[in-house]
C-alpha cells in the first residue's frame, strides 16, 4: 500500500469522525424528546407556565367539562368563583369527551402537553393542556375520622 494513499485514508476517516462527533449535539436537539412527563403540581404551573411551555406534564386539578370549552381548575371553589387565571384550557378531542364525561366535576390526573400563553398575555386562563394522553379519576384525601370514647 502507498504511504500517500494510506495517509490521505485515514486523514478522511479522522475528518469524517470528527464531523460525526461535532454534527452529534446538534442532531440529539433535533430528535424527538421523551415523553416522560414532568411530574408537577397545579400552584407551580399556575405560577409560572412558561417555564413548562411545548413540554410534557402530569398534573392534578378539577375537570370541567362544557360544550363552551373544557377546562382544568386548581380548585372546584376556583371554577364556582370563576378565578380564571387559577385554570388552564383543555383540547379534548369528541372521544375524550365522551370517555372522560364521567369525570366531569371531578379531582383527577390529567397528562398533556402545556402551551403557555406567557406572563403578559391578558388571556383569561393560564394556558392550554393539549394532546392529552391520560385523564384519570383522582380522590381527593380524606382525613380519618376521630375516634369518640
Given at each position: 500500500m502507498n504511504m500517500r494513499f494510506a495517509t490521505k485514508c485515514g486523514a478522511i476517516s479522522l475528518s469524517v469522525v470528527l464531523l460525526v462527533f461535532a454534527a452529534g449535539p446538534r442532531l440529539s436537539k433535533s430528535a424527538p424528546r421523551s415523553s416522560k412527563p414532568i411530574v408537577i403540581g397545579m400552584i407551580p404551573l399556575l405560577a409560572a407556565p412558561q417555564k413548562y411551555?411545548?413540554?410534557?406534564?402530569?398534573?392534578?386539578?378539577?375537570?370541567?367539562?362544557?360544550?363552551?370549552?373544557?377546562?382544568?381548575?386548581?380548585?372546584?371553589?376556583?371554577?364556582?368563583?370563576?378565578?380564571?387565571?387559577?385554570?388552564?384550557?383543555?383540547?379534548?378531542?369528541?372521544?375524550?369527551?365522551?370517555?372522560?364525561?364521567?369525570?366531569?366535576?371531578t379531582y383527577v390526573m390529567v397528562q398533556g402537553t402545556l402551551h403557555s400563553k406567557g406572563p403578559d398575555d391578558d388571556s383569561l386562563d393560564s394556558g392550554t393542556i393539549a394532546q392529552v394522553t391520560l385523564v384519570h379519576g383522582w380522590t381527593p384525601f380524606v382525613p380519618f375520622e376521630t375516634k369518640k370514647k
Open positions: 411551555d411545548g413540554k410534557v406534564i402530569q398534573t392534578w386539578g378539577f375537570l370541567n367539562l362544557r360544550y363552551e370549552g373544557d377546562s382544568l381548575w386548581l380548585h372546584r371553589e376556583d371554577l364556582q368563583a370563576s378565578l380564571l387565571k387559577d385554570s388552564f384550557a383543555l383540547q379534548l378531542t369528541q372521544k375524550q369527551r365522551e370517555q372522560f364525561k364521567g369525570l366531569n366535576h
